[in-house]
């Protein structure tokens, strides 16, 4: 089964206000220098822009009768089902899409093999739980106490 990743609003914009940041820097700044430098700035400038764009392209997740195939952009893991230890839903942002293969914040950590993780975030969740053999999850938003309310609850 295919299932592509979900992708948040805000990294369409991180993608978009990098290219514009850096084109908007880099042109004034090129200007007058010799074509040495202008050739291997364009080459920084073409990995700056090009690998967050392949990411929004090319992040999905493939399960096959007995792997999980990930990739993000340039990047890929194969995940055998059986080494598969837990599935655990998150909001963190410790694995950042750069180091991960979830375009959205709402994700996936699957705990695998030994002592090996990866971030994923499938549109559809609980289809993506069932093929790769896990009940759905439910990340639900639990309710965190004011720290102001003095004891009230």
């Not at 074509?35 to 992040?59: D, E, G, M, Q, Y």
């Not at 990866?118 to 106490?145: C, D, L, T, W, Y």
């Amino acid at each position: 089964m295919f299932f592509r990743s979900a992708v948040d609003p805000w990294f369409y914009g991180l993608v978009t206000a990098l290219q514009l940041v850096l084109l908007r820097a880099i042109i004034p700044a090129l200007m007058g220098t010799n074509s040495t430098v202008v050739v291997l700035t364009i080459a920084a400038i073409a990995a700056i822009v090009i690998i967050p764009t392949w990411l929004l392209v090319a992040t999905y997740y493939r399960v096959d009768s007995a792997i999980l195939r990930i990739q993000a952009g340039p990047f890929f893991w194969s995940v055998p089902l059986d080494q598969i230890r837990s599935v655990t839903p998150t909001r963190s942002w410790l694995g950042s899409p750069l180091f991960s293969a979830a375009l959205s914040v709402n994700r996936l950590k699957i705990d695998y093999g030994r002592e090996r993780f990866v971030f994923v975030s499938p549109k559809n969740r609980a289809a993506f739980m069932e093929a790769i053999g896990h009940q759905p999850v439910n990340i639900g938003h639990r309710k965190v106490p004011n720290p102001f309310s003095l004891g009230e609850h």
